[in-house]
């Protein structure tokens, strides 16, 4: 059964000026704990609107990688996967990932799932969400490691290319 709409519009415009101003404190600070800090409400409230089993999946997903996240970040864990399992890309979910640190994985796994989301969704207010989501993930990618999220940025466009090349 579809989700109550009454007040989704304002909680999407309210969730979309929090997430803006934890991504700019974020950058203030080059911190990407505030904005995953930030992004929590948002996530909550995908899960809550999600209603397919694939959608409902991947925002249950999303909010453990952030929690997974949040712990490897407060006890500063990171682990080179690549190096780890020798390899320099993974098949995840219909795309080829670029592997690196795990801290780096985390918020890559996100932004592919917040496509995953916009893809699989009818609503309008989930797409949205998963926009913010997409947007806030790039952030953190970004704080994280500048040089992977220039190499994941080229490859998300090539991956774009690829795609538009079969229509």
Do not use: H
């Given at each position: ?12 415009l ?51 990688v ?102």
């Open positions: 059964m579809a989700k109550p709409t009454k007040y989704a519009t304002p909680i999407c309210g969730l979309s000026i929090v997430a803006v101003i934890g991504i700019l404190i974020s950058l203030f600070y080059y911190s990407p704990l505030i904005a995953i800090l930030f992004l929590i409400p948002t996530v909550a409230y995908e899960i809550y609107r999600t209603e397919g089993a694939s959608t409902k999946t991947s925002s249950i997903i999303i909010a453990f952030l929690f997974f996240e949040l712990i490897l970040i407060i006890f500063n864990i990171d682990i080179d996967i690549a190096e780890f399992l020798g390899q320099e890309s993974r098949y995840i979910a219909g795309y080829e990932v670029p592997l690196g640190t795990l801290t780096v994985i985390g918020p890559t796994v996100m932004a592919i799932l917040s496509v995953i989301l916009f893809i699989r969704t009818r609503g309008r207010y989930t797409k949205w969400l998963s926009v913010i989501i997409f947007v806030t993930s790039f952030v953190i990618i970004y704080e994280l490691n500048p040089e992977s999220f220039k190499e994941l940025f080229k490859y998300g466009i090539q991956e774009l290319l690829d795609r538009f090349a079969y229509i």
